[in-house]
């Protein structure tokens, strides 16, 4: 099992950054692909960006593209989301999740294998 740990979420003003992490402890000696996905009230929840367990390949959702950096570091079982220019519409809960690679060098959306709690992100306008 793996266990997956969001933080830095928090209250911001429209046009700020926010750095969110993902820890995850347990079996984390397998390679995982990571990504992270957000629900804005009233909506379903979406892929916002994600990476492979290289780091060779990177997927963005066409709303945060230019704005939003997903990045890891293997060896301290982390990866972040580093969110710059924000606006309202990034305010959502945001979910970091893993899934088993078994393609190094690709990226998943789908049928992630673990999920944390998530992390609350409001933008205020």
């Known amino acids: 099992q793996v266990q997956l740990v969001e933080s830095g979420g928090g209250l911001v003003q429209a046009g700020d950054s926010l750095r969110l992490s993902c820890a995850a402890s347990g079996r984390t000696n397998r390679r995982y692909a990571m990504g992270w996905f957000r629900q804005a009230p009233g909506k379903e929840r979406e892929p916002v960006a994600a990476?492979?367990?290289?780091?060779?390949?990177?997927y963005y959702h066409d709303s945060v593209k230019g704005r939003f950096t997903i990045s890891g570091d293997n060896a301290k079982n982390t990866v972040y989301l580093e969110m710059n220019s924000l606006n309202p519409e990034d305010t959502a809960v945001y979910y970091c999740?893993?899934?088993?690679?078994?393609?190094?060098?690709?990226?998943?959306?789908?049928?992630?294998?673990?999920w944390g709690k998530g992390t609350l992100v409001t933008v205020s306008s």
């Open positions: 990476i492979s367990w290289s780091g060779r390949r990177t």
């Open positions: 999740a893993a899934k088993i690679a078994y393609d190094s060098s690709a990226y998943y959306l789908k049928s992630m294998d673990y």
